[in-house]
């Protein structure tokens, strides 16, 4: 009896990570493989490695990431912080700015929504999956690992929505490959849901909802069917939708707003 309430009492190394708000489970299973992960000491490699929370130390490598707390000290309760950026061109959705600017950069109280609040976040955030360098829009940043996971965890195939300016129509072929999936290289991707299209002059603009959400999905799918993409923006995540959020501001949002 004793060894089952032991063991029920044990939590996921990966899970564990998420529930500092240092990282979504995904994340923190490739800092694991790439050993990144110390308990007690020693480096962790192995994937479904279970902890005690109240007596193993675990600590998480490098400059980026805040180490867990020590042995004997239990996750101090933080409050969970939600933000809507809208995010502009030439910011990457990273932690770290060693590869230009991040847009933590932009949680400042100088870029608040609101400009006579200066309101100011001392909570360390992160932001939810990734939005393109070149791309504009809707980015999430929380300090909650859990909703990050829900958020980026393809199972759960949470919608989100863009705004794709491309050079010219679409073919009725283009169309249906777009919407029934494709294979990009040694990757098949699912399919997009088209809502609007419309002509702007000699550009189109095209409405599309995307569940998946790899690397460059989008930009991939068109270009590989002979269509340049000119601009990206993503207007919806979830239910939580950019609405007026002027370029380079930032607000809080409650989680029921999102999922």
């Not at 491309?166 to 073919?171: E, H, P, Q, V, Y």
């Not at 699912?190 to 959400?213: C, D, S």
């Not at 989008?218 to 002027?246: A, C, N």
Request: with cysteine; net charge positive; glycine share 8%.
């Amino acid at each position: 009896m004793i060894n089952d309430i032991l063991f029920f009492m044990l939590v996921r190394l990966q899970k564990y990570i998420a529930d500092q708000g240092i990282c979504s489970r995904r994340k923190a299973e490739v800092l694991i493989g790439d050993g990144k992960v110390e308990v007690n000491g020693e480096i962790v490699r192995e994937m479904g490695v279970k902890i005690d929370p109240d007596n193993d130390k675990v600590v998480v490598l490098g400059s980026e990431s805040r180490p867990c707390l020590p042995v004997g000290r239990k996750p101090k309760a933080e409050r969970r912080i939600y933000i809507a950026l809208n995010k502009p061109v030439d910011y990457i959705t990273s932690a770290s700015n060693e590869q230009g600017r991040s847009v933590l950069d932009l949680i400042a109280p100088q870029y608040y929504w609101k400009l006579q609040e200066k309101k100011q976040i001392k909570t360390r955030v992160y932001p939810v999956g990734r939005l393109d360098k070149d791309s504009e829009g809707l980015v999430l940043l929380t300090n909650d690992g859990e909703l990050t996971n829900l958020l980026t965890h393809p199972k759960y195939e949470h919608e989100k929505e863009y705004e794709v300016t491309i050079d010219k129509m679409l073919s009725r072929d283009a169309r249906k490959v777009l919407t029934s999936g494709m294979q990009i290289e040694d990757d098949y991707v699912q399919g997009i849901k088209i809502l609007k299209e419309f002509n702007k002059g000699r550009r189109v603009i095209i409405t599309l909802i995307l569940k998946e959400g790899k690397n460059r999905q989008i930009r991939r799918m068109f270009g590989l069917l002979g269509y340049h993409v000119i601009s990206l923006r993503r207007t919806r995540i979830g239910k939580l939708k950019l609405g007026t959020l002027p370029i380079g501001r930032w607000r809080l949002v409650d989680k029921e707003k999102i999922v």
